[in-house]
């Protein structure tokens, strides 16, 4: 079907910024809604809400840093989540490229953390954290959590 088109046309839909920016959050978010729930509304006491929280951390630099963290490298509590303390792990989510860690997180802010007025994550912004942060681990992520200037 690409063959049949003008080659230019071709070329731009082929290249990799286009196939980047259209990585669909939604379709990503499926993965998060086995543990967060489809609503992101989590399972207290095991799943923390992607709620308000997640708003709040979205709209400071230190937030960011930590969201992106979370869900490339995973997070080990004791970690605090609108306010109720919580023990658990949550596993790095795997096979993901910046893109759609990008687009994953802007889902999670357009959806479940309603109203939020955080500029959305792109995936220049995903690999420089990722660049700052080889080695870190779920435990030293979790650790995070309590120095975020958000809580
Ligand atoms: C296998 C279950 C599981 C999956 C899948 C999962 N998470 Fe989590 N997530 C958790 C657990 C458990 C925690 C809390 C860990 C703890 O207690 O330290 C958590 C914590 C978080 C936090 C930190 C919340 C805060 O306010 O500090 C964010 C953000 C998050 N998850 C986002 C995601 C996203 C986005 C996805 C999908 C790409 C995802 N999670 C997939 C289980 C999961």
Same mark, same amino acid.
């Given at each position: 079907m690409i063959r049949r088109l003008p080659p230019l046309l071709a070329a731009a839909l082929l290249a990799a910024p286009a196939a980047a920016q259209t @990585?669909?959050? *939604? *379709?990503i978010y499926k993965r998060c809604a086995a543990c967060h729930l489809a609503t992101g509304a989590g399972v207290p006491g095991a799943f923390p809400p992607?709620? @308000?929280?997640?708003?709040a951390l979205a709209g400071k630099p230190d937030g960011r840093h930590y969201l992106v963290l979370v869900v490339t490298k995973g997070v080990s509590g004791p970690i605090t989540v609108e306010g109720k303390p919580y023990r658990g792990v949550m596993p790095a989510q795997a096979g993901l490229n910046d893109a759609q860690i990008a687009a994953v997180l802007n889902h999670v802010l357009a959806t479940s953390a309603k109203g939020g007025t955080a500029k959305p994550f792109t995936a220049a912004e995903? @690999?420089?954290v990722k660049a700052g942060a080889a080695g870190m681990t779920p435990a030293a992520i979790g650790k995070l959590n309590a120095t975020l200037t958000t809580k």
């Open positions: @990585a669909d959050g *939604a *379709a992607l709620r @308000a929280d997640i708003r995903v @690999a420089q």
